[in-house]
């Protein structure tokens, strides 16, 4: 599992014309799903998520975590995280789980973030969607489970 993580002022997600989420200060996720990917997996990248500790302190260092900031958070599902590149010029996507493993993957990170008390703000799963993201810092990290960079 990747989370593509961006620090945000602000953010919005935007599905047919209509705004599916939008936040403050907080985190843009952009949430890649593997084959293989599991609970174990969820728990540990949205544990890691919400603890992270990179939004300033008093002395303007990384600090502190948007746990402690009361930051909020826009999920996006992204299964382009697992674009292999490698060959010929189009990405392969065949390390990205299938819609029906991702979903419900998808919808515990939500859910585990939630219930740490966070607000969470989503897109619509597997829909063509424009995300409005104002990067903060820029400050943009990879969170990842088990063999990932990050």
Do not use: H
């Not at 799903?33 to 992270?52: E, F």
């Not at 826009?74 to 299964?79: E, K, P, T």
């Not at 819609?99 to 008390?117: C, H, I, M, N, S």
């Amino acid at each position: 599992m990747l989370a593509l993580i961006q620090r945000v002022s602000e953010a919005s997600v935007t599905v047919n014309g209509q705004v599916t989420g939008k936040i403050g200060q907080g985190q843009v996720i952009l949430l890649g799903i593997k084959n293989g990917d599991t609970a174990a997996d969820v728990a540990y990248v949205a544990n890691k998520c919400a603890n992270l500790r990179i939004f300033e302190d008093e002395q303007g260092k990384m600090n502190r975590s948007a746990l402690e900031l009361n930051g909020e958070f826009l999920v996006i599902s992204q299964f382009t995280l697992y674009g292999d590149t490698r060959r010929g010029r189009r990405p392969s996507f065949t390390e990205a789980a299938p819609p029906e493993v991702a979903e419900p993957l998808y919808d515990k990170f939500v859910t585990e973030l939630r219930q740490l008390g966070l607000r969470v703000e989503t897109g619509i799963f597997g829909a063509m969607m424009d995300v409005n993201i104002c990067n903060s810092g820029p400050v943009t990290i990879i969170v990842a489970s088990k063999g990932e960079p990050g």
